[in-house]
């Protein structure tokens, strides 16, 4: 069993940078590809990014290359979401995520063992 716990969301300005954590309790954290996920209002959940165990591989949605960069610390079992050049579209509800035994980095959301509580982003035009 995996809890996670995200933190870090909050109202930012356009253009602006946030960098969400996700604090995972148990001890087979690192076993799990871990990632980010987000839903605005209205739409449906979509993933942001993913982080293998190891943190050698990670992979993005189209929408977060280039200004957002996941990455891990398996000491502490944290991985972590630095998000730069924030958009208003950007605001959501975003979840931290554990999968594992994927070919990809890239999970549907059917495919997530454990969800976080989710974390709101607000980015201000």
């Known amino acids: 069993q995996v809890q996670l716990i995200e933190s870090g969301g909050g109202l930012v300005q356009a253009g602006g940078s946030l960098r969400l954590s996700c604090a995972a309790s148990g001890r087979s954290f690192s076993s799990y590809d871990m990632g980010w996920f987000r839903q605005a209002p209205g739409k449906e959940r979509e993933f942001v990014a993913g982080?293998?165990?190891?943190?050698?591989?990670?992979d993005y949605a189209d929408s977060a290359k280039g200004r957002f960069t996941i990455s891990r610390d398996n000491a502490k079992n944290t991985v972590y979401l630095q998000m730069n050049s924030l958009k208003p579209e950007d605001t959501a509800v975003y979840y931290c995520?554990?999968?594992?035994?994927?070919?990809?980095?890239?999970?549907?959301?059917?495919?997530?063992?454990?969800w976080g509580q989710g974390t709101q982003v607000t980015v201000s035009s």
């Open positions: 982080i293998s165990q190891s943190g050698g591989r990670s």
């Open positions: 995520a554990a999968f594992g035994f994927l070919r990809f980095l890239r999970p549907t959301p059917s495919e997530v063992t454990y």
